[in-house]
């Protein structure tokens, strides 16, 4: 049927209107109405609060592992309140080697685990050690400043106690106990290791400590190395250390070369592969020793 041009107009006013109702009625129904403003005379619902966190425990002042549930057990307190200061003190104490050379820098009359107590580590602890001594500083004051409430650099403690040094002058001062605190370490380490082997005695110099003519060296293999160096060519052992560990330290050849200049290189390299050998074997004869 044809719609005449009025009848076609109200035909699709009415579409419109049936339009319009069908969409209100599914925004009544829940949905959001077109355009996604509320509909007339509907107020907002509530808004939804995030559901609140439970508070999380305390984390402990550290890990009650046995080392310190050991400690906790000797001082009869809770492990968790053991600290990791305390830790890391306790265990530079019980360190034989280490602990040795502690006390050796340390005033009379102080303890190890006294003194190492606040530090964050054996490495920041042993540093300011050799820094006091180097730098003749009451460690009492480089400790209280490294330690305490503001926790000052061990650079900016020293440049407080001697302010008449330069900044160059201090950080070369800082650098050398760092370098002196890393042989302490190294040193204590190889000679705990080495410590039950006759061959290594027998290798060393007369009246000389384990731990003494091991401080400096990098490795257990280049102390070994070394020894084996001394005793098979006759060369004076704190000679070789001097210029294997010193401020300007060389290759084990090197060393050799300077002190044996008679030696070509190629016969300097041979020594140096013999000791090496000799080194592996004593490792491996006390690893087995160990098992």
């Keep these: 049927m044809k719609l005449s041009k009025p009848n076609l107009m109200i035909f699709c006013v009415f579409l419109s209107l049936g339009a319009a109702n069908s969409l209100a009625q599914r925004g009544h129904g829940g949905g959001m109405p077109m355009g996604g403003g509320m509909p007339m005379g509907h107020a907002a619902p509530p808004m939804m609060s995030a559901p609140a966190r439970p508070a999380m425990p305390a984390e402990p002042t ?20 053991i600290t990791a200061h305390q830790m890391a003190a306790a265990r530079l104490s019980n360190n034989a080697a280490l602990s040795a050379r502690s006390q050796a820098l340390l005033p009379p009359g102080a303890s190890v685990q006294a003194a190492a107590t606040g530090f964050r580590n054996q490495d920041q602890f042993l540093t300011t050690l050799h820094a006091s001594r180097d730098l003749n500083i009451p460690f009492a004051q480089l400790k209280s400043r490294v330690t305490g409430s503001q926790h000052e650099s061990l650079a900016k403690a020293v440049a407080d106690v001697r302010p008449g040094l330069s900044r160059s002058q201090i950080k070369t001062d800082v650098r050398t106990a760092e370098r002196q605190a890393n042989g302490d370490i190294a040193a204590a380490r190889i000679s705990t290791q080495l410590n039950r082997s006759g061959r290594v005695q027998r290798l060393l110099p007369a009246g000389t400590s384990l731990q003494s003519a091991a401080a400096g060296f990098k490795n257990e293999g280049q102390f070994l190395a070394a020894l084996h160096v001394s005793r098979n060519l006759g060369i004076p052992f704190s000679q070789l250390k001097g210029r294997v560990t010193g401020p300007n330290s060389e290759s084990l050849g090197r060393a050799i070369q300077d002190l044996r200049p008679n030696l070509s290189k190629p016969m300097a390299k041979a020594d140096v592969r013999l000791a090496e050998t000799q080194a592996r074997n004593d490792s491996q004869t006390m690893l087995l020793a160990r098992r």
């Design 62 to 81: 550290s890990r009650p592992n046995s080392f310190g549930r050991q400690m906790a057990s000797q001082q009869q307190m809770p492990a968790s309140q």
